[in-house]
């Protein structure tokens, strides 16, 4: 699940502005690999650029970055859900925000130029569980992150591939260079 939220009078709303992702909240166990960051983004209000981060068994294990590298190393630092996945977003390349050509700074902007992961806390809504209002305990349960902290940083590009496995094993195209297939 993802997208829109109910707010407690009933309203369903987008999160987002501009709503630009399809964002869904991960298994913090299983991400595997190496990522690299493709725009700069700022965290704990230090701009953080030319980063990469490697995972295993859904942790950063190894990471570095051109500048303020530090940064990260305080981030993770905070709790251990911080070096954690709590969201994965696919965005298009055809996002005004990605069209603009802009860094703009700002995350709540900047997200919307690419695809995205998020480390630290997940959203517990994107679980298809019932009653949705989970505590930290349930969501440790569904395997969703828990952290004090939700940095979102940008890792695609136009050249963009991304390829889904459902639960039957079969292998489902999502996206091909930057551009999604729906």
């Not at 699940?1 to 407690?8: F, P, S």
């Not at 992702?21 to 690999?33: A, L, W």
């Not at 517990?124 to 828990?146: F, I, R």
């Not at 952290?147 to 390829?163: E, F, K, R």
Request: charged share 25%; with cysteine.
């Amino acid at each position: 699940l993802g997208g829109a939220n109910e707010a407690r009078n009933g309203v369903r709303c987008n999160p987002n502005i501009p709503t630009e992702e399809v964002f869904t909240v991960p298994d913090m166990r299983k991400t595997e690999g190496r990522v690299t960051l493709t725009m700069p983004v700022t965290i704990m209000d230090t701009l953080v650029e030319g980063a990469w981060l490697e995972f295993k068994n859904g942790k950063v294990v190894d990471y570095g970055a051109e500048k303020n590298v530090h940064i990260l190393e305080q981030l993770f630092s905070l709790d251990e859900g911080a070096s954690r996945l709590g969201e994965i977003a696919l965005v298009d390349t055809s996002s005004p925000i990605y069209q603009s050509g802009r860094v703009f700074y700002s995350v709540l902007f900047d997200e919307n130029a690419a695809c995205h992961i998020a480390l630290g806390q997940g959203y517990s809504g994107c679980l298809k569980v019932d009653p949705p209002a989970l505590s930290e305990e349930d969501k440790k349960k569904y395997h969703c992150n828990v952290s004090m902290v939700h940095s979102d940083v940008m890792i695609s590009s136009p050249g963009t591939c991304i390829t889904g496995r459902s639960q039957d094993g079969r292998n489902h195209e999502i996206m091909k260079d930057g551009k999604l297939l729906v």
